[in-house]
């Protein structure tokens, strides 16, 4: 059975650092791997997909996410965090198969001015 | 279009009350899915529906709980009798398929049971 973990419940960093968000999954075959967002008193929000080809992937609002095989993550990253960043970071797996997502725990990104 | 739509969007009930939580999914996505989220238990699939027949509703947690899709366009989750544990909030999602498209999701229904 397809699952994934997100290890760290909060992450915190400063405006302007870089920052990571972590994911990894277990898969019987190869994976689709997704990163949703949601902010207060709303839905969760597409960011991003991995499907196949580049392990780097780009998606809105200047996220991208990098799917490692060997290492079966898919950490979510931005180059310079902003404020408005700050919100509530679902990763979500799928296996073989038209079965559903399954979504992470999720983690809470805080960005500090 | 609109997105997916929720209604409403916050119920305030008493425990023993019937509750009926609705959702318009996006027009041409074949599924819908229910979800509830709580800090607790974190985001929950309750059900799916692909072309109105439900496929999976095993996350159902029990049988106070039931879903339909009468037609394309519209799904309800009803719980009765409503206990104070079913306080959370439940979000809808529709997709083109199961899971190589993204979901999109509504506004969710925050619901509290007195």
């Known amino acids: 059975a397809q699952s994934v973990a997100q290890p760290e419940d909060q992450v915190n960093v400063a405006e302007g650092n870089p920052l990571t968000v972590k994911c990894t999954y277990s898969v019987s075959g190869n994976p689709y791997l997704f990163w949703y967002v949601q902010y207060p008193n709303r839905g969760l929000q597409f960011l991003l997909k991995?499907?196949?080809?580049?392990?780097l992937v780009k998606g809105s609002y200047g996220f991208e996410a990098e799917f490692n095989k060997s290492q079966t993550s898919f950490h979510l990253k931005k180059p310079s965090a902003l404020v408005s960043d700050s919100a509530l970071y679902f990763c979500?797996?799928?296996?073989?198969?038209?079965?559903?997502?399954?979504f992470g725990k999720g983690t809470r990104l805080s960005v500090i001015a | 279009d609109a997105g997916v739509i929720q209604s409403p969007r916050h119920e305030v009930t008493e425990m023993g009350q019937e509750v009926t939580l609705r959702c318009k999914p996006i027009?041409?996505?074949?599924?819908l899915f229910w979800y509830r989220q709580t800090m607790m238990r974190g985001l929950e699939l309750l059900i799916y529906f692909n072309n109105n027949v439900p496929i999976d509703d095993s996350g159902m947690p029990e049988d106070r709980f039931s879903a339909k899709m009468p037609n394309a366009s519209f799904s309800t989750l009803k719980i009765q009798p409503s206990e104070p544990r079913d306080s959370a909030v439940y979000f809808c999602?529709?997709?083109?398929?199961?899971?190589?498209?993204?979901?999109?999701f509504g506004p969710g229904t925050r619901l509290t049971v007195l």
């Open positions: 027009s041409g996505h074949d599924y």
């Open positions: 999602a529709s997709s083109l398929d199961a899971s190589y498209n993204e979901q999109f």
């Open positions: 991995y499907i196949t080809g580049d392990n």
């Open positions: 979500a797996v799928r296996d073989i198969g038209n079965t559903p997502l399954v």
